[in-house]
């Protein structure tokens, strides 16, 4: 189920945060409840392109050690817990709301075709993987009555999730090396200065983005003080970078969330000063 992944769907809190919500009990209620679904229907798409992939993990040299690829795990009990996560997440999803349960049933759609073929095509496997996080945002906005959540955060979503998904893939190619191409098979439509080069793309039109944003959104100070924010989106993207290409420890962005203590200070830092400004200004 990878509990440490469910980190990517905190995005589901960002028409909460960005559309002024945060201290309204309603509101907050809803969203956490839908936070909690859309870890549980993304474990299932876990277990699912798990289950895919469970040949293919056995050569890995760190995925081998999952529970289905090591044998610690029956595919029956796999496809059992799968089944029932889904058949729970959906209908609660409707209760909450139908257009939520609506997200829901396209992101684990999507996810599907994503473990059975769209994992293989170079550049589509990348923008699938954004469209995932841009469901979350999505997500978010069914659960509130939404009054001015800006449309410009859904263009920073998306470029900041390529962002990622071209980082992370480029990590599985310096890891993997020349047998990139026998643990996953898109790895062979990618080279290192090819990605290089998207990374560069996206990382700046994602600044680019975010700083639009910063003084065009409806619902901002007028004293334009969220543009404050854009040293802590730089930071955080440069060091993604530097994870990347120095360290070479970026195959999962959850786990550089997780384990790299400068990324954490820096994201802390930047939720705090959007709170401060939004609820505090």
């Known amino acids: 189920m990878r509990p440490r992944q469910w980190t990517k769907n905190g995005f589901v809190f960002f028409a909460l945060v960005f559309d002024k919500q945060l201290l309204q009990l309603v509101p907050l209620t809803r969203t956490v409840a839908g936070f909690f679904l859309f870890c549980l229907i993304s474990s299932a798409v876990y277990i699912f392109n798990d289950l895919a992939d469970i040949e293919a993990d056995r050569q890995h040299p ?70 995932g996080f841009v469901l979350r945002v999505h997500a978010g906005t069914t659960l509130i009555e939404v009054e001015r959540f800006s449309p410009w955060l859904y263009v920073v979503t998306t470029l900041g999730a390529l962002y990622l998904g071209f980082g992370k893939r480029r990590a599985e190619l310096g890891l993997l090396a020349h047998g990139a191409g026998s643990h996953r098979k898109v790895l062979e439509g990618y080279t290192l200065p090819l990605l290089d080069q998207y990374i560069t793309i996206v990382s ?57 203590r400068p990324m954490q200070i820096a994201i802390a830092l930047f939720g705090l000063a959007i709170v401060a400004i939004f609820y505090l200004s």
Not at 66 to 75: A, I, K
Not at 105 to 125: E, G, T
């Open 62 to 131: 760190e995925k081998k050690n999952r529970p289905l690829p090591s044998g610690q795990l029956s595919t029956g009990a796999a496809w059992t817990a799968g089944i029932l996560l889904v058949a729970l997440t959906l209908p609660l999803g409707w209760i909450l709301s139908p257009a939520f349960a609506g997200v829901l049933a396209i992101y684990f759609l999507i996810n599907l075709a994503y473990s059975r073929w769209l994992k293989h095509v170079p550049i589509v496997d990348v923008l699938i993987l954004a469209a």
């Open 204 to 260: 700046a039109a994602t600044i680019l983005a975010y700083s639009l944003y910063t003084f065009s959104a409806p619902n901002l100070p007028e004293n334009h003080t969220m543009m404050l924010t854009i040293p802590f989106m730089a930071y955080i993207i440069f060091r993604y970078l530097y994870i990347i290409q120095v360290s070479h420890d970026a195959g999962a962005p959850e786990e550089v969330l997780l384990t790299d």
